[in-house]
């Protein structure tokens, strides 16, 4: 496999959230070209598992999209974090939990074409109550959703976000396969 040589690197934009970086790189075969990288740290995504062995989802208004999404809890890890403390958060800060059990099931990225975002993909049980409070949490609908309506849920387009889709077909995966 043949590896991109970068040329140059210039920051277009630098925000909160995602850089906008532009390189020029040369080719295997000499040519060069323009490649622009999202920059994004490092995220969870989980699939939370009720006393009911329901899953735990979350309906918010996404801007990018203009509409409302049906999603796992996700959330950046801050500066310092490990992955686990960042589940850890997240979770009681939408979703009112905190996960007594947490298993690892991978990781991907979310768009490698133009991205460096990176998700770890975590399985939390044995919930207990315990809430945080978050600035931008408070539009967030619960809902409880048995595991045998996820593939009817995603190949309808009710779910059609990317890491809640991977998430939930690796825990469909791991829950058959125990």
Do not use: W
């Not at 999603?71 to 007594?100: M, S, W």
């Not at 049980?125 to 048995?146: G, N, V, W, Y």
Request: charged share 25%; with cysteine; proline share 5%.
């Amino acid at each position: 496999m043949s590896i991109e040589k970068k040329l140059s690197s210039q920051l277009i934009y630098q925000g909160k959230a995602v850089s906008l970086i532009v390189d020029i790189v040369k080719m295997p075969d000499g040519r060069e070209t323009t490649r622009e990288v999202v920059r994004h740290s490092e995220c969870i995504a989980v699939v939370a598992i009720d006393e009911h062995d329901n899953i735990i989802m979350e309906r918010q208004f996404r801007y990018s999209v203009g509409k409302s999404l049906l999603e796992i809890p996700a959330g950046g890890i801050e500066h310092g974090e490990n992955p686990v403390n960042a589940v850890r958060r997240e979770l009681q800060e939408e979703i009112g939990y905190f996960p007594g059990k947490l298993e690892n099931m991978g990781g991907f990225y979310s768009s490698p074409g133009y991205g460096t975002e990176y998700l770890h993909c975590f399985l939390a049980t044995d919930l207990k109550p315990s809430q945080l409070i978050a600035e931008d949490t408070a539009e967030i609908e619960l809902l409880r959703i048995p595991p045998i309506e996820i593939p009817k849920l995603i190949a309808s387009g009710e779910i059609c976000d990317a890491k809640s889709i991977a998430a939930l077909l690796t825990y469909l995966y791991v829950r058959t396969n125990k």
